[in-house]
């Protein structure tokens, strides 16, 4: 585990629109608005205080980044902080809620929310994040950098089979292997991503239209999200402003688990390679 540099965080709650509210927490410094600054985008059943993530982004703030990290406010985390207590509202989230959710809070930082802000913004998204970065990438031009850790290439992930059955129940139940929790997902879920592929939520058409430098890493053997799927984000964006990373003997989450239990060396070099990205494009 590499040594943590610094180790200053804030927690913050921002009132969304629609009077829903986001719990972020930042680490780091930014006195001057000045210190490059990077959203951390959790993924499906991820939160901001799992495993890895307040260990992601103390490493980078120790470098001098400053970091924001923070719930979906239907990602199914409310008040307990660690756990899935919200199932309702987690049945009730769509992805294009999560696009609005992270254009609102991009909108927040750069009108000062929290402090003065005239440094360079980048975007770190895992998983299901990942996409919704792109996707918000595309709609937000004050991003200047983006990374990806494991991300889908298409949100439309389910067979027909599935879906008949989705209409047919009116919902859809998979099961929390770390909590044990039967965890449903909504109608509008589905018809969100059916109505939307196409368009709002069309990762290939973010990623060909995309002008910001990009880094995808991909674990070779993530069991959640196949690395051809990195190569497919890799395929579609330009070859001049974009990376392919993919690390053999890792997968989803590099090693790491819920609760934390230390860093590894596939995890530490995805950090140090994702930090001097930032350092170079931001």
Not at 175 to 199: A, H, S, W, Y
Not at 226 to 237: D, I
Not at 247 to 256: E, S
Request: net charge negative; with cysteine; hydrophobic share 35%.
């Amino acid at each position: 585990m590499i040594p943590i540099l610094n180790n200053m965080k804030k927690d913050w709650i921002l009132e969304l629109s629609d009077g829903e509210k986001l719990n972020i927490t930042t680490f780091g410094e930014n006195p001057a608005g000045k210190t490059p600054t990077i959203i951390y985008v959790h993924g499906f059943k991820g939160f901001k205080d799992w495993g890895f993530v307040p260990y992601l982004a103390e490493f980078l703030s120790g470098r001098g980044l400053f970091v924001i990290t923070f719930n979906f406010s239907h990602n199914g985390i409310g008040s307990d902080l660690m756990e899935f207590t919200e199932l309702e509202k987690f049945a009730d989230n769509t992805l294009s809620r999560e696009v609005r959710e992270l254009s609102e809070l991009i909108n927040a930082y750069r009108n000062g929310f929290f402090g003065q802000t005239k440094s360079s913004l980048g975007l770190l998204g895992h998983s299901r994040g990942g996409g919704v970065s792109l996707v918000a990438t595309g709609l937000k031009d004050t991003i200047k950098a983006i990374v990806t850790w494991s991300s889908v290439a298409t949100f439309a992930r389910y067979n027909p089979e599935i879906e008949k059955k989705w209409r047919t129940d009116g919902y859809y139940e998979i099961l929390n292997q770390r909590t044990g929790q039967i965890m449903r997902l909504g109608l509008i879920l589905l018809d969100d991503i059916k109505q939307n592929q196409n368009g709002l939520l069309s990762i290939e058409k973010a990623v060909k239209n995309s002008r910001q430098p990009l880094l995808i890493i991909h674990g070779e053997e993530d069991e959640s999200v196949p690395v051809k799927e990195a190569q497919q984000l890799a395929a579609w964006s330009d070859p001049h402003k974009s990376e392919l990373l993919t690390i053999p003997g890792t997968g989803h989450t590099f090693g790491a688990k819920h609760p934390f239990e230390g860093s590894n060396p596939a995890l530490d070099e995805i950090l140090t390679r994702t930090c001097d990205f930032f350092k170079r494009n931001l």
